[in-house]
C-alpha cells in the first residue's frame, strides 16, 4: 500500500478529537479502603520520548469510566483482586506453600509492578510479571504452572499491581534490556496486516482522535491489567497487544512469545514516570 492509500485509509476512519486529552486534570484522586491515593495522569516524557507529554489511557476514557476507576467500592476489576487474595494465602503444590509463605502480605510486593518487565539474571532473559509468578508455582510451591490469560493469573497480577498503584513506572531500557528494548522498538514502529499499520499509526501519530467509536489513546500500558468493560473482566498486556494487531487483520503472536515480551519492555517504558493504576478501568 504506498503512502498516500494509506494516509487516506487512515484519514478516513478517524474524526474530530473531542479534546479529553486536552481538558483532562493532570492527576486523579481515588477513594480507597483506607482512605484516598492520587496516581498521575499526565507527566512529563522521558528525554528519548517522541511524545510531547505522556497521559494515561484513563484521560482518554468518558467521565462515567473515569469515575469507576475513580473509587475501589465501585471499581468491578477488585473483584478479581479479592479472588487472588484467596489464592496468596491458598496452599498450593507439592511443597505444601503459599505465596504467604515466602511473602507475606501481598504489601511486599511493592515496587514490583513498577519496574516490570525486568531481566532476570540468573535466567539471562527478560521476563515479565507472568514469567515471576509461574517461576514461584513451579520451582518453589511445586504447584501447576498458570496459563498466560487465566483468570487465576490475570487476577494474582491485578493484586500485586495493586501494591505498586502511585508509584511511577520506571522500566530499565540499558544494559542487559537494550536488546529488547531495540527488538520492540523495531516492533512498534513496523507496519503489519492487510492494513499495514504500525502502533505508531495510532498511538503516537493519531492519539486523541477517534478511530470509528473508539478514542485513540497513546497506548500506555501502566493501568494494566485491565478491566474492560467490553468483555467483563481483566485482561493482560499480552492479550491486548494481541487484540490491536488482529485489528490490523495480521497473524499474531502468542501470549508469552519473545515478541510480545520485547513489545512490552518497549511499551511499557513509553509510559516511564506514569502512575502504575492497575487495575484499571477501560473500554
Not at 487512515?10 to 482512605?35: N, P, V
Not at 502480605?105 to 509468578?133: Q, S
Not at 497487544?241 to 518497549?266: H, N
Request: net charge negative; proline share 4%; aromatic share 8%.
Amino acid at each position: 500500500m504506498n503512502i498516500l492509500k494509506k494516509t487516506t485509509l487512515i484519514g478516513g476512519i478517524l474524526a474530530l478529537s473531542l479534546g479529553f486529552a486536552a481538558t483532562a486534570q493532570d492527576t486523579l484522586t481515588i477513594a480507597t479502603e483506607t482512605g484516598t491515593q492520587e496516581i498521575m495522569l499526565k507527566v512529563k516524557p522521558p528525554a528519548w520520548s517522541p511524545l510531547p507529554e505522556l497521559i494515561s489511557g484513563l484521560v482518554f476514557r468518558s467521565k462515567e469510566t473515569q469515575s469507576l476507576q475513580a473509587d475501589d467500592f465501585g471499581n468491578p476489576g477488585m473483584v478479581f483482586v479479592e479472588q487472588a487474595w484467596e489464592s496468596w494465602n491458598t496452599t498450593d503444590g507439592s511443597a505444601g506453600k503459599s505465596c504467604a509463605d515466602c511473602h507475606g502480605e501481598p504489601a511486599k510486593m511493592a515496587g514490583v509492578r513498577a519496574v516490570m518487565p525486568k531481566f532476570n539474571k540468573d535466567k539471562g532473559e527478560m521476563w515479565t510479571l507472568e514469567m515471576y509468578i509461574n517461576n514461584c508455582r513451579t520451582d518453589r510451591m511445586g504447584a501447576d504452572a498458570w496459563k498466560w490469560n487465566s483468570g487465576s493469573m490475570v487476577s494474582m497480577t491485578g493484586l500485586i499491581s495493586l501494591q505498586s498503584r502511585g508509584m511511577p513506572m520506571n522500566v530499565a531500557i540499558d544494559g542487559d534490556a537494550a536488546p529488547y528494548w531495540e527488538q520492540g522498538k523495531e516492533m512498534y514502529y513496523s507496519s503489519t496486516g492487510q492494513l499495514e499499520l504500525s502502533c505508531a499509526n495510532c498511538h503516537e501519530d493519531n492519539y486523541d482522535n477517534y478511530i470509528r467509536a473508539d478514542h485513540l489513546s497513546q497506548g500506555q500500558i501502566n493501568g494494566f491489567p485491565a478491566y474492560r468493560l467490553k468483555n467483563a473482566k481483566l485482561n493482560s498486556i499480552h492479550n491486548r497487544f494481541k487484540g490491536c494487531i488482529r485489528d490490523t487483520r495480521a497473524e499474531t503472536y502468542k501470549e508469552g512469545s519473545p515478541e510480545f515480551i520485547a513489545l512490552e519492555v518497549y511499551v511499557a517504558s513509553r509510559g516511564n514516570g506514569l502512575s502504575v493504576e492497575g487495575p484499571s478501568v477501560r473500554n
